[in-house]
Each structure stands twice: as C-alpha cells, then as structure tokens.
C-alpha cells in the first residue's frame, strides 16, 4: 500500500471532484460577531483551511436561526447574512478554487443554550428542560432550513450538509425516543419522513445537480432511544433505520454521508475518542462500513474519529506505530473499501496545512493532535475556539477562560 498515493488521490463528489481524500469536518468555533457573521477569526481559521489544500472544507455548524442555537457566537445563515457569506466565500474560493466548500445546516433544537436562547424539544430527553415545540413552529423551522439551503446556494457554497448527528433537531427528530404523536413521530416511516420532506423541499428550491447535499449522520448515539438504537428506551444497537435513512436519502439526491456516533453531551468519548479511550474509534471504522456496504459506489462514505491516531503514539495496543497512525490507518481504511475519504476534525485544528505539507513530503512538520480535548474546553465554556496546544493565540484564551470560568474538568481526562 502507498498511502500518498490513496490519500492524495482525486474522488468523484456528486457531480464535482475532490482532489484528495482529506475532507475537513465541521468545527464550530464561537468567534462570529454579533449578526452572526464571520470575524477577522473566522477568517483566519478559513484561510489556514484553505491554504491546506484538504479536496473538502466543511464550514462549522451555521444556525439557521439566532433564536435557537447552542453557541453564543454561533455563524447565522439568515437573509441579512447573505452578503457576508458571499464575500467571505468568494474571498476563499480566491485563495483555492479547488476546494469544494459545504455549509452544515443546523437547529440545536433542545442544545439550545437557555442562557441566550430558546430551547426548543420535539420530545424532552430525561433531566432536560425546555419548550417542547407546535406543529407550526416546526414548519417554519423546516421553511427556514428550505430557505437557508438556498443562501448557502446563493453565496457561492458548493453544497450543504444536512446535520443529522450529534443530539441537534436533526437527530432529535429521528431517533426512536421520538414517540410524539405528530406527522414526524412515533414510526419509523414517520420519523425518516422528515428527512425526506427537507430533502425533497431542498431539491426543488436548488435545482442545481452541481450543488451538493448530504448528511453527517450519527450512526449510534450511544444512549436509550438514540439514533441506531432498536427503540424508544434500549440502547441496544439496530442499525436498520439508520440504513433506511441514507439510502433513502441516497433515492433523493444525496451523494455523500459524513459517519459519526454518539451526542456529545450525553456520550461524548463515542463522538470524538479521548486519549484515554482511543479504541473507541474502531466502533467508528465498522459504522463506515455499514454505510459503505449499504450504499451505491458513487455515493462518499466519509469516516470520522481519526486525530486520536496522530503520529502513532497513542494508548491504542496490539497494533504496531506505523499502522496505528492517522496517515496510515486512514489510508488502509479506504484501500480496505471502509470509506472514501476520511475526516479530520480536531486535527485541523491542530494543523490546517496537514494536506499540503503530506503533499509535499513534508510529513515531519505535521502539528498532530494530541487529543488533549482543551479545545473541546473551550467549547464547553463558550470561549472563541482553536488549538490550545499549537497556536498561542488559543494558549491564551485557555488560560484567560481558567482565570475567568475556572478549570473546567472534563470527565475524560
Ligand atoms: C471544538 C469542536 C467543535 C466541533 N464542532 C462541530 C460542528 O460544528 N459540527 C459537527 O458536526 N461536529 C462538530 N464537532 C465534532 C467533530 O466534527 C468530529 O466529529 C469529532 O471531533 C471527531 O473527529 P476528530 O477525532 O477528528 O476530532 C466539534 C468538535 C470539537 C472538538
Ligand atoms: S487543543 Fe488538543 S485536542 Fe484540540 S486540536 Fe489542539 S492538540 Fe488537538
């Protein structure tokens, strides 16, 4: 196997191309101003980005609207956005044309922070509080997905994701715990048919084959009645529904699925592996592969959970340091048909170059992550966001947010 030539290989992407098989996952990073628009901040951690070459960028989690929503300083896709997000498109498809750049389209639905916004529920989880929402203030949640698919459109984005993963509305709605009764609720044709409507809306409002949608999906949300779950109150893993979704979505147009498991607040070591747990992430290679088995070929299976890899020396045993770091295991992954592409999360915040400077056999300058999760503190405390351990901007706020909020101790480390 030669991983440069796997990695560094071009990919049908829908109707477009990718260039390599680095994809650049959603990293939300709190430093919008206050109309939700990108900041100076924004811009550099975009640019970086950029600059690096992955084939696919994806923007962070944008809310679709500023009234529910789990970040202060949260990005917003709302008309008044429009000639922000334009101008800041334009300014980094200026930099490289040749990275396909996808908004993730997000409602935090019950993660809505009540400290500034509304929490908004179809169906409250055990020990949450909040507003369990009407029938017709969730049609206009979907008229504001319709319609903010269309500003990522007509800002110059080449596709959007559709955030089905990680506890936000997306999954909210789709996970067995969903017994409301309501046209979205209770059974499985009922729940998977909010997916559909949103896609069916999508397509006729952005009638562009080159425009490209799909979903990062959490494959098992880990808890009682969460995604891939066989019902309302087990947590016992089924993934059928989870299999029927993306194929039926694969029926309606998409052309690519993110894999993701768990819901951070609840199950976060399944969302992104600790350095404790870093075997975790092999749950994450066989929901790939689920996906992978149940898909057409031309359809992008995109597998999650590798900055825990990094160079190698990690916790993970009974595997030799070659073949347990991020570059190789990621390529063996896509030699061994798991996945098209693989994601990098708190990598790319750790290094945003990695694709370029892999490209240039520059291997021995690649920042890799060390999944001390600082900026999953950061996160947590609603500070602006970026790697604490690389960049000294970010050391600052860290230890600026200690002084300010405390030491925050997070149950994995
Ligand atoms: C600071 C931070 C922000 C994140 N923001 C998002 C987001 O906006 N959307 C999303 O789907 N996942 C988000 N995630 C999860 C990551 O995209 C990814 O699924 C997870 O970190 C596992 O990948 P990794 O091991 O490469 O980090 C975030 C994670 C972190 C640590
Ligand atoms: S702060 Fe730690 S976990 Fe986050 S990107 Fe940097 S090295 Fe990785």
Redesign the pocket.
Known sequence: MDKRQILLSPINFGARTSQNRFFIQPMECNDADAEGNPTDLTYQRYENLFRGEAGVVTLEAITITDKNRGRMNQLFIMPKNQPALTKFVSHLKQINPNTLFLFQLTHSGELSNPAFSKRLSVKLLPGYEGDVFTEEEFDEIMDHFVLAAKIAYDSGADGIDMKFCHGYLGSQILRPYNTRKWKYGGPWENRRQFAFDLYERIQKAVPDKNFLIGSKVSVWEGFPGGMGTAGPDTPVIDLSEVIDLVQGLEERGAQYFVQSAGSPSITISLTQCDKERPYFAYLHQYFAKVLRDNLKKETVVVGSNY?VFGKGKNKLQAVTTEDKSLLTYGAQNIEKGYVDMIALG??S??DPLLPKKFREGREDEI?F????????ELLIQQSPI??????KF?TNVLVQTRKEKGRLVQDHT
């Open positions: 900055s708190r990598q915040l750790a920042h992550c060390t999944a001390c999760d600082n900026c999953l970026g790697c604490c351990t690389y960049n970010y």
